[in-house]
């Protein structure tokens, strides 16, 4: 029996007209019925003309529109180990000089670090992250939303401080019926709290309900390239109804930093951006010289955006607030659906750009 593959982040975007598209990965399917190899579904529909930058799905900011994104097979036969250990992670040491959220704690609370991936050694821990997306069943994960990416365990490595994830033509390409054309012309790198192996019965390495999870990054200014920060539930038959995306941006306008929670089946979104060259309260400007601090405060009535410290904007609909736990997701696409559409696809197949990462923390309220 085929399930159901999830849908991912929904990519903000100026108001257009909305419209679902479901996508079936056919190839997924065949290694499915012919391996057995475990939950290989297709992505979900989405509503509008509209496609946002969403990895599961699109979503045009304050509009109803999401876009499916959809995930192969692939090889992970290069690069590091992804099984880590199933033991229960201590919890972290705050690092020196950091003073934890841009917010109060309520009354009577403070913060607690309860995630912390600092990258200070030559590898990340894997107990902590994983390479792939979590319907990954031994050969990782391919793309979302059609791009030409597909993931791969050799393209993160970890070296003065930071944790590279790289993107760069693959030869030859893969055959995968997930990436555009049927074929993964670029190899890239991703990290997740994900389950490391979705066939072995291996728990998600970290999840939370309720907190403040910031990352510190640099992406690259490179039309065509796509970042994303984001945060779907921990649900292992990849039916998602909520989705938060701390930060969506496309590679050719580093000044606009997508900002989107799904709810109600992802088929509504709220967004402080208000189309392209708008953060909300937040300054518009080249986020790309700079490592910046993107930031996400959730809790029971209100879900905040932070870009270095500043709360760009907030939702407040406490009935339609995610409850559930949720999963991390950190990586960069290439040539994705939303960016086709926006004519500003990938003008060099040749390009090669870096994702780089200084540290992943989460802070909860005790």
Request: with cysteine.
């Amino acid at each position: 029996m085929v399930t159901p593959r999830p849908h991912f982040p929904v990519i903000p975007q100026p108001r257009r007209g909305t419209r679902r598209v479901w996508w079936a990965v056919a190839a997924a399917v065949v290694g499915v019925l012919l391996l057995g190899a475990g939950a290989y579904a297709l992505a979900r529909p989405q509503s509008g003309g509209s496609d946002p930058t969403g990895l599961l799905g699109g979503a045009t900011p304050g509009s109803t529109d999401s876009s499916v994104l959809a995930s192969g097979s692939a090889s992970a036969s290069a690069g590091p180990s992804v099984s880590p250990s199933s033991a229960k992670s201590p919890t972290p040491t705050k690092p020196p000089g950091v003073s934890g959220p841009p917010v109060k704690a309520a009354a009577g609370k403070s913060w607690k670090l309860t995630f912390a991936e600092e990258f200070s050694g030559s590898d990340y821990d894997h107990s902590k992250l994983t390479p792939c997306f979590d319907w990954n069943s031994g050969d990782c994960t391919s793309t979302f939303n059609q791009g030409r990416e597909h993931y791969q365990p050799s393209q993160v490595t970890v070296s003065g401080g930071t944790a590279k994830l790289t993107a760069a033509p693959l030869s030859p390409a893969r055959t995968d019926s997930a990436c555009q054309n049927g074929r993964c012309t670029y190899k890239a790198g991703l990290l997740s709290t994900a389950r490391p192996k979705a066939t072995s019965g291996s728990k998600y390495l970290y999840a939370f309900t309720y907190g403040y999870v910031e990352a510190r990054i640099k992406f690259p200014a490179t039309q065509g390239f796509f970042t994303a920060f984001w945060m779907l539930p921990t649900n292992p038959d990849y039916e998602y109804q909520t989705e938060i995306d701390i930060l969506e941006l496309l590679g050719d306008d580093p000044s606009t930093m997508f900002m989107t929670y799904h709810y109600a089946g992802r088929d509504q979104s709220y967004t402080p951006n208000t189309g392209k060259h708008n953060n909300g309260a937040c300054a518009v400007k080249d986020y790309s010289k700079n490592f910046v601090r993107m930031g996400l405060d959730w809790q029971p009535d209100h879900i905040a955006w932070y870009i270095d410290g500043k709360k760009c904007g907030q939702f407040t609909n406490k009935a339609q607030i995610a409850k559930e736990p949720m999963q991390l997701i950190l990586h960069m696409m290439v040539d994705n659906n939303w960016q086709r559409r926006w004519n500003v696809g990938l003008t060099d197949p040749t390009l090669t750009r870096r994702l780089e990462v200084d540290y992943i923390r989460v802070f909860q309220q005790k």
